[in-house]
């Protein structure tokens, strides 16, 4: 079966596992580094051979930094937003939304800031 990222973190941190198997792929890749850069998840490891990546959750003081995750986009329905629908839709607090854009996978913020738009991915519940 072929776990996505989403589904992979929806899994471990309600499981309570400390790391989880991913399928391999360039968007997965940068997905992961996006979420190691933040802090969400404590490292992350690519096999090649099982065409794999391993996942390893933080934790602080032994509570989960996600509550859930939210998939957006499928491949069957994308779901794009602008540089000004994104100023609107500022009021998500205590969520971030990912997006992937030409300039890489972004936050909410990180897109306001750099003023671009792209494909909203999926949303992190804090």
């Known amino acids: 079966m072929k776990e996505h990222v989403t589904s992979a973190l ?9 790391d989880i198997n991913i399928y391999l792929n360039r ?3 940068n997905i ?4 190691f850069k933040s802090g969400f998840i404590n490292s992350y490891f690519i096999n090649r ?16 930094p ?3 995750v939210k998939k957006v ?8 937003f602008s540089y000004k629908q994104l100023r609107k839709l500022f009021f998500y607090r205590s969520s971030i939304l990912i ?5 890489g996978i972004l936050s909410n ?13 999926f949303i992190i519940k804090c």
Do not use: H, M, Q, W
Not at 12 to 17: D, E, L, P, V
Not at 99 to 103: G, Q
């Open 10 to 18: 929806n899994i471990g941190y309600k499981s309570n596992k400390t």
């Open 27 to 29: 968007k997965n890749i």
């Open 32 to 35: 992961c580094k996006y979420l």
């Open 49 to 64: 051979k099982k065409n794999k990546i391993n996942i390893s959750f933080s934790y602080f003081y032994d509570k989960k």
């Open 66 to 68: 996600i509550l859930y």
């Open 73 to 80: 986009s499928n491949p069957g329905r994308k779901v794009y």
């Open 99 to 103: 997006l992937s854009t030409n300039k």
């Open 109 to 121: 913020k990180e897109a306001i800031l750099r003023k671009v738009g792209g494909e909203l991915l």
